[in-house]
């Protein structure tokens, strides 16, 4: 029900992906008359797909506080209970993200030696991609929280693409030693002397993009701002490209020539390509979609969940961060 | 002899600007003999440049507590003099930014009311530019920092663009009341209290770059990241979107005909072009420009200079703050 469009993006999205994946069983969690009528009939035959009757909703607005004392009959709360119960191995929303932080937090607990989940996405780079967390669950994250990003990052490059020693920078805003704030430096200290993380050192805002290590760390406030201000950044960009091929008679037929290519640069870098993040520290898969997403980018989303049942990424976490407080 | 490539790049970019700017008188600040034999003969007849002997030079690896204590004889420390003594109005430098914030603080002082200066920069948006200050001197700020900034901020937008009431945004992790770190969210109280200061609220990452506010406010660390990150996500889509011209013979004929639009495009966004950092706040005109320019952009840097001193920006900085002090 979540997100800015709700079903109308969700659902097509959803039954796209069933389609496509008739091995995963998909539950649909939400109004159930809204959503009967939206689903088309002959899509209502998916074998794979079942409706579960959710009377409230979580609205953008709510507090994470007030969605955790009031809204246990929402859709978002009974998406993360059958992950919790075992119904199902991974919840996709694209809602309030606060709120599903807090849900996610108290049906299914942080594993062991884990303060605060942390939101972790795919950017992509000159390399191919990285990955950069926290992206915007803890504002303000200490030293200790900073490690345990690095080290379930690492796992999730290990797990996703079979890299034996990911490499992890700290964002900071300078290569030096003496940058940055304290929790910062106090990470680079406990992070340089720990066996199970590949730790390269700092890495400045431009270096993310060049690929200069696998897995980023900042906290969530560097983070989501970093990630916001690519986007921006990208859309300034790629309008201002749109206008300049529109700009003369000359522009306009290039363009037209130039689109297949122009289209295809476009998508490599378009937001929903990389939509999909994961609370990683969770005891379970859950995975939020941007809310303004279009339904592709939601199907990206959904991937992003089967790639982490898959995988099996929040155990693999669990597993590493045994071995790392042993 | 700051910046990455020293007196290569600065003395041709001060040579070029020196012609075009014949009423402005220019000192090159640095080791003669080096700078003598770098200079070619027809340009040392220029009339309005002249050398002044510096021994020293700060190096980039230098703290800014060593370069206070042990660099009087720096180029850099001579430079900033020039301007604490009334000999110079501006000084610009491509050298250690932590060096250069601290030789400026010492020798110009900063205004009554303000703390520490804060870096400020033009940034290009979909509606023209913003202003967006701290970039990088400040690593944590206080909500009474964050009012400072807003309040320079503004009104350096007033003196460079003519506007009445620029508008101010502090930059956040979501447009809500109850987002973001505690200074922030008090910064926020403060400025929408506060009559001198057009303030609009919170701004997310993307909102710069569409020009939601004239003036952006944030800590140093951040607003370091966000312009770094923007460096890089710039140069991996125009590296990318060449590189998608040179894929195939149908994308290197159509690049061909493309290439004034495309050089277009990507001149617009070139970072040089808007290059030169201002420390708003000290009591003179002190001007930083990337340590890794071209002379293209470190003649923007120099124009930042000439613009700071034909609209008095530190005095009318200074009166603002009277005013909002009283």
Redesign the interface.
């Known amino acids: 029900m979540g997100g800015d469009s709700g079903p109308r993006v969700t659902l097509p999205a959803i039954l796209s992906f069933a389609r496509q994946n008739q091995d995963i069983q998909l539950v649909i969690v939400g109004d159930e008359s809204q959503l009967a009528t939206s689903l088309p009939d002959s899509q209502s035959q998916l074998e794979n797909i079942r409706l579960l009757h959710a009377p409230d909703v979580v609205e953008m ?1 709510d ?1 994470p506080a007030t969605a955790l004392r009031n809204k246990q009959q929402s859709s978002m709360w009974k998406a993360v209970e059958l992950v919790a119960n075992g119904e199902a191995d991974a919840c996709v929303s694209a809602g309030n993200t606060g709120a599903l932080m807090a849900i996610g937090k108290f049906l299914l607990k942080t594993f062991p030696g884990i303060d605060r989940p942390a939101i972790c996405k795919t950017v ?3 390399k191919g991609h990285s990955y950069m967390l926290d992206l ?1 669950a803890n ?2 994250c200490s030293s200790d929280q900073l490690v345990q990003f690095a080290i379930m990052g690492s796992e999730l490059s290990c797990a996703l693409d079979g890299s034996e020693r990911p490499t992890v920078s700290l ?1 900071n ?1 300078g290569a ?1 030693a ?4 304290e929790e910062v430096r106090l990470a680079a200290t406990m992070l340089s002397e720990n066996p199970h993380v590949n730790y390269l050192g700092f890495i ?7 690929g200069d290590a696998d897995v980023v760390v ?1 906290d ?3 983070g ?18 749109q206008a ?2 529109k ?1 003369s008679q ?2 306009r037929i ?1 363009g037209w ?2 689109r297949p ?1 122009l289209r ?2 476009h998508n ?2 378009e937001p929903g390509r990389y939509n999909g993040a994961s609370f990683l520290g969770l005891q379970g898969a859950v995975i939020k979609s941007h809310g303004g997403t279009t339904a592709e980018g939601f199907i990206s989303a959904l991937q992003v969940a089967k790639e982490q049942v898959d995988k099996s990424i929040p155990q693999r976490i669990n597993e590493r961060l045994a071995r790392f407080f042993d």
């Not at 003496?178 to 704030?181: A, D, F, T």
Request: glycine share 12%; with cysteine.
């Open positions: 607005s507090k992509p780079t000159a915007g504002v303000e964002l805003i030096e003496i940058k940055g704030n400045e805002g431009d270096g993310i993009y060049r900042c969530g406030f560097v989501n701002v970093a990630l916001k201000v690519s986007e921006g950044v990208a859309q300034l960009l790629a309008s201002t490209l300049s091929f700009d000359y522009g290039l020539f130039a290519l295809n640069w490599k870098f």
